[in-house]
């Protein structure tokens, strides 16, 4: 809703040189190695490695809670979970902490807002505080087929396919004089279902049959901890977790395991292909066959995703705990301004999901609020990374979705991860990543490391205070 104070700060936005339009694309369980440009040499994202080739690709990026709605809410709002409050399915933010948010900043600021796919909060969510002129986000998790969206049914469209053309009739709304009156700068996110399962199903990854003929020929390799060994070696109170369970029914055989992930990239692939169409569609919004309309050359994409997922690691599915394989996420920020010099970069600093809000209020020439506790990325990619960046982060879970799911809270560090589970003994993990990446050998026992478990569980507490 444009308010006198929209109209402000509209003015503000006015004075500037064209303010960039912002295309976040955030997808659902993503894994940071599940792209071409993450070195994935099965799966196949020509788009996203374009977007990785002319941006800036983010080696180290970090969720602060690998589940969904804590994430999502997280992502909104640029806070932790101990800040923001979102710990369960169905809740919803309040106004007064919505009004801390970055769509309702920018919404402020008079941009030309968009949302479409899943919010993760409470039902129609995001169209409570009448932050979007264009809402087509969706309650609770979807599904593939048959999707309705603000009362227009998918009819058998895949639903990456029904959000890739929502998401071109947005572009091509906030083009016209006749949707967008003021020419404002827009920003749309689109928050997609894929590859995130399709709960409750005998087929739980349900790609685009189009795409059926993709990697038949292939054998998906297993990842180095998919081993009975690792299993054994969990913790104890995952040998009997959901995380087990939900590992036999996706991925128990050799036939599930070569089955599902092939679905699992498709998936993948098929919103690559959808993100190809909004990128042609930047290029072209109004869809005549020329350019002379292109907003493609003012327009910052990031490519992100909530958390990652376990594809059979530790004979484990889902996510929720501080493995790379759940927490670490792939993270792209192009700013299609800057020089050749500065495009096609890989860095290294520790970013997290809730630096996205910041990033995008930044580049937008919005003000941060101070409830925030992300930091913008947008000095890294312009080349002058601060000096004083994060090298530890704190992560943290509710235990939200059932009894075998373990509420944890931990640090990562840029040399150690650590785990404890305080529901459960207060067992721990302990892994040094400089030389086990793969996350194998639990040290939280050995007396060797006894004052760095003891550092590490004070830093922890340290930094569950600074987050709440």
Request: charged share 20%; hydrophobic share 35%.
């Amino acid at each position: 809703m444009k308010t006198f104070l929209s109209i402000f700060f509209a003015s503000s936005l006015a004075a500037q040189a064209d303010p960039p339009n912002v295309v976040f694309l955030f997808l659902d369980d993503m894994r940071w190695d599940a792209a071409g440009f993450t070195g994935n040499s099965v799966i196949t994202t020509p788009n996203m490695d374009t977007l990785a080739e002319q941006g800036t690709v983010f080696e180290s990026a970090y969720t602060t809670t690998a589940i969904c709605m804590v994430s999502r809410a997280s992502v909104f709002m640029g806070q932790h979970m101990q800040r923001h409050g979102i710990t369960g399915f169905n809740q919803n933010l309040s106004a007064s902490k919505w009004a801390n948010s970055y769509p309702d900043r920018l919404d402020d600021a008079g941009y030309y807002m968009g949302f479409i796919g899943k919010h993760g909060l409470g039902n129609n969510f995001t169209g409570l505080y009448s932050t979007y002129d264009f809402n087509k986000g969706y309650n609770s998790q979807g599904s593939y087929f048959n999707q309705t969206i603000d009362g227009e049914s998918a009819n058998g469209r895949h639903i990456s396919k029904f959000m890739g053309d929502l998401a071109v009739e947005f572009i091509g709304d906030a083009v016209d004089p006749a949707k967008n009156s003021t020419s404002a700068p827009f920003c749309l996110q689109v928050s997609w279902k894929a590859p995130h399962v399709q709960d409750g199903a005998s087929d739980p990854f349900q790609n685009d049959p189009a795409y059926d003929s993709l990697y038949v020929a292939d054998t998906i390799p297993h990842a180095k901890t998919d081993t009975l060994a690792q299993f054994e070696g969990n913790l104890s109170i995952f040998q009997s977790g959901e995380g087990t369970s939900r590992w036999i029914s996706r991925f128990g055989t050799e036939q599930k395991f070569q089955d599902n992930v092939k679905k699992h990239h498709r998936l993948i692939h098929g919103v690559d292909v959808q993100i190809g169409r909004i990128l042609a569609a930047l290029e072209d919004p109004n869809n005549d066959g020329h350019t002379s309309d292109s907003v493609a050359d003012n327009t910052i994409i990031i490519l992100s995703s909530d958390h990652g997922f376990f594809l059979g690691e530790r004979h484990q599915a889902g996510k929720w705990y501080i493995q790379e394989e759940s927490i670490r996420l792939p993270m792209v920020v192009m700013d299609p301004r800057l020089p050749a010099t500065q495009k096609g970069k890989r860095v290294s600093q520790m970013v997290l999901n809730i630096d996205i809000p910041a990033t995008i209020l930044d580049y937008a020439g919005a003000a941060i609020p101070s409830v925030m506790q992300g930091r913008s990325l947008k000095s890294i990619v312009d080349g002058s990374p601060p000096s004083d960046w994060r090298t530890a982060f704190f992560h943290d879970h509710p235990q939200a979705g059932g009894g075998g799911v373990y509420r944890n809270e931990g640090v990562r560090t840029e040399s150690f991860s650590y785990t404890r589970y305080p529901n459960n003994g207060n067992v721990k993990q302990l892994y040094d990543v400089t030389v086990d990446p793969y996350q194998r050998t639990n040290l939280a026992s050995d007396l060797r490391y006894a004052s760095k478990l003891s550092e590490l569980d004070a830093l922890t507490t340290q930094l569950k205070t600074e987050a709440q």
